[in-house]
């Protein structure tokens, strides 16, 4: 491999690593950054780097992957018995924590948000607290949804750049 492949390797390596850890923290989507490590190899290599057909394929995941993590978090605050204030409560909640609060608000905001849809509607406490444990339960399952999308790209990549040289 010449020497500026190999220093195109080294970036999406260090952005797949990135991407990994930040898969653990509710701070930025890992699939997300390992994409952009995905982008800069087949930008910086062009045809030496992987295919177009598994870029596309890999965009799409993470795409899915982003709006997975949405859904899930109103999936399942409706499974746990939300009214749909509660799920756009938790959506909303998801945002606004995020863009306020960082790493603390994207963890408590669909809870907080999901809650005072909830009351808002006209619901005793308890059962917001219930649509609110939804909540909880619909980001954990999106946190390994995410995952799984990280390790895929990642394990693509490193399948298809095989298949390369």
Not at 13 to 39: C, M, Q, R, Y
Not at 51 to 80: E, M, N, P
Request: proline share 2%; hydrophobic share 60%.
């Amino acid at each position: 491999m010449p020497y500026e492949g190999q220093i195109a390797l080294a970036v999406a390596i260090f952005f797949f690593a990135v991407g990994l850890a930040t898969s653990f923290l509710p701070i930025i989507p890992g699939s997300l950054i390992t994409w952009i490590g995905v982008l800069i190899h087949k930008l910086w290599l062009w045809e030496e780097s992987v295919s177009w057909t598994f870029f596309c394929i890999a965009t799409f995941l993470v795409i899915l992957a982003q709006l997975v993590d949405v859904a899930f978090t109103y999936w399942g605050a409706k499974r746990f018995g939300a009214t749909w204030r509660g799920g756009m409560g938790a959506i909303f909640g998801s945002i606004l924590g995020m863009i306020f609060f960082n790493t603390s608000g994207l963890i408590f905001g669909p809870i907080v948000g999901a809650i005072l849809g909830e009351l808002l509607g006209g619901r005793k406490f308890i059962e917001a607290g219930r649509a609110s444990i939804g909540t909880l339960v619909g980001g954990i399952a999106a946190f390994f949804f995410n995952l799984m999308i990280t390790l895929i790209v990642i394990g693509g990549f490193i399948i298809e750049l095989s298949n390369v040289v």
